[in-house]
């Protein structure tokens, strides 16, 4: 059967019609809003290349989680801006610095919120690497306890979920004993199986403060080029006890979420990083794209692709927007 007897541009005849036959619909519950947390009270310091961002202390952190539940976003993530930094990025798992301290203030005052927290070390060493420098080098399994203690310390302030980001082999593995051991057989990790060195991530390191001082993170993060190694990271991953799987940046990388999903039956997350927000955000400064309707097509994208859960700094924006719509 072909033309004329089939016609499709009958089902796209009327908004109802149009409606009645979507495949993909994206929520406010599919998302999960980044947030920066500092030291101190009452500070809002915003992050010049991710217009609408800021670096918040904790007074300001929980204003923004409640703002998420109001909007039916029901996760955040965090991450730091600590006090001070070390070779071995110490603050990362310190009970006192930021993260900690707006993991427990969440969970105090909202314990409906979910709230995730990224672990990783390079926001906290002095040489903005995600792990230990020996030899000018990287060290894979020194790294292991550091993160496997920064995991733990998030857990102990009440984390419901940890989100290793640093790429290091086996942290998977090192986080689940080290929360196992310590009570918290409970806590699920997301693990960002899949990630690629991206230049997308430009903005981020501007407003968490983590460019590397020297080099570059290509000895650890994946290259942009491959697909079939996302599937062995997952592999990986999967075999050392990751909960859900996440693959980041998105929008350049949608036939690999695409992939993930189809090999495993994990929840998948999706992280529209900081400069696919940034990219948007300037074009719709000089009135170049329509921005609520661009950011909403990029999301609705990576849900497409078959992503369960967005991390975006749009996701209030995209949650009141999805809110008019409807
Ligand atoms: C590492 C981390 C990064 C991002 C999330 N976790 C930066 C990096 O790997 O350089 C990037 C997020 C974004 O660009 O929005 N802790």
Avoid at 75 to 83: E, Q, R, T
Wanted: charged share 25%.
């Amino acid at each position: 059967m072909s033309f004329p007897v089939v016609r499709a541009r009958r089902l796209r005849k009327t908004a109802a019609l149009r409606s009645f036959v979507r495949e993909t619909e994206l929520l406010p519950r599919d998302f999960v809003y980044p947030l920066f947390a500092t030291n101190g009270k009452q500070v809002k310091i915003p992050i010049a290349s991710m217009p609408g961002v800021y670096q918040l202390s904790v007074d300001n952190i929980l204003r923004e989680g409640e703002e998420c539940l109001k909007l039916g976003i029901p996760a955040v993530i965090l991450f730091g801006i600590p006090a001070y930094k070390d070779e071995k990025g110490s603050s990362a798992f310190d009970p006192s610095e930021a993260v900690q301290q707006a993991v427990s203030a969440l969970k105090r005052q909202f314990p409906e919120l979910l709230v995730i927290t990224d672990v990783c070390l390079c926001e906290y060493t002095s040489h903005g690497h995600c792990g230990l420098i020996e030899a000018g080098e990287v060290e894979n399994d020194l790294t292991l306890s550091l993160l496997a203690q920064t995991a733990l310390s998030h857990a102990r302030a009440g984390a419901d979920i940890v989100a290793p980001s640093d790429m290091m082999d086996g942290r998977v593995a090192a986080i689940r004993s080290a929360l196992d051991e310590h009570g918290f057989a409970q806590t699920p990790i997301m693990s960002y199986a899949v990630k690629y060195a991206s230049a997308f991530y430009g903005p981020f390191r501007d407003a968490a403060g983590s460019v590397p001082q020297f080099g570059d993170r290509r000895s650890y993060q994946m290259d942009p080029a491959n697909c079939r190694e996302a599937l062995k990271e997952v592999a990986l991953d999967l075999a050392e006890g990751a909960d859900m799987l996440m693959v980041k940046p998105a929008l350049s990388y949608l036939d690999v979420i695409r992939a993930v999903k189809e090999a495993t039956n994990l929840p998948l997350a999706a992280y529209n990083v900081s400069g696919e927000y940034a990219m948007v955000k300037a074009a719709a400064a000089n009135g170049w794209l329509d921005e609520k309707r661009v950011a909403l097509e990029m999301l609705l994208s990576m849900k497409r692709a078959g992503a369960d859960i967005i991390l975006t700094y749009f996701a209030k924006d995209a949650a009141a927007w999805l809110k008019e719509e409807s």
